[in-house]
């Protein structure tokens, strides 16, 4: 069975921590994505990359950063975290336009 | 730009059959489609339809598509505690390249009542 796996289900930061956030897919999928879900706002892309190395912003990217060493593995950044990161973070993958397949999500609590 | 929208909420009883609508604005849109959260859960691909076809059915799922309107439904027929859920619509199209990143919608709740 394909599979994203988020490393985290929980997370608990302080303010100011630097905050990584690790995604792996098995399914050898160029495309890799982040979104933050939050009520009411539904998803939000933070970044998403098409290939190793290679990084696009999304609609929200202020505050976050990137990471695809490898193909099957893409890490969220949160440089200084802030109470207002406090979401829900979720990483996707797909090949082409086929729709994506998502992770079970990391909530983080920024405190 | 593109967007996507739908209602946020819907609630019906057990048994009886749920619709969700969805509106989008991608006139290029190639497919669509619908996923389902869980309470505390990712996003699960539940269906899609490839845009030249009008409907799509999957056992009590029923896809429809009107192309002109730019208008898409699922129906969910008998309707179980187990269906409830927030359903995405989301649509991808040839506008923003061959990665076709999908555009969403923000989720409409389904609430199903004993």
């Known amino acids: ?111 | 730009g593109e967007d996507v929208e739908q209602s946020l909420f819907l609630s019906v009883r057990e048994g009886d059959s749920s619709v969700i609508n969805c509106t989008y604005t991608d006139s290029s849109s190639t497919y669509l489609y619908w996923y389902k959260q869980e309470p505390g859960a990712g996003l699960q691909l539940l269906t899609y339809i490839f845009s030249n076809m009008d409907m799509k059915q999957d056992q009590r799922l029923t896809v429809l598509l009107n192309k002109k309107d730019k208008h898409l439904s699922l129906r969910i027929a008998d309707t179980q505690t187990g269906d409830s859920a927030i359903y995405f619509c989301a649509e991808s199209g040839l506008g923003r390249g061959s990665q076709g990143n999908l555009i969403f919608g923000k989720g409409t709740k389904l609430s199903v009542k004993p």
Request: hydrophobic share 30%.
């Open chain 1, 1 to 111: 069975d394909v599979k994203v796996t988020q490393s985290s289900r929980y997370l608990v930061k302080r303010t100011g921590e630097k905050v990584f956030l690790e995604c792996v897919q098995d399914m050898d999928h160029e495309n890799m994505f982040w979104y933050r879900q939050d009520p009411g706002l539904g998803l939000r892309l933070i970044y998403f990359s098409y290939d190793v190395k290679m990084k696009e912003k999304g609609d929200i990217p202020e505050g976050y950063s990137v990471s695809r060493e490898k193909k099957e593995r893409f890490s969220l950044i949160l440089e200084s975290a802030s109470t207002n990161q406090t979401s829900m973070y979720l990483c996707a993958s797909s090949l082409t336009a086929y729709g994506y397949t998502f992770g079970s999500g990391t909530r983080l609590t920024v405190v």
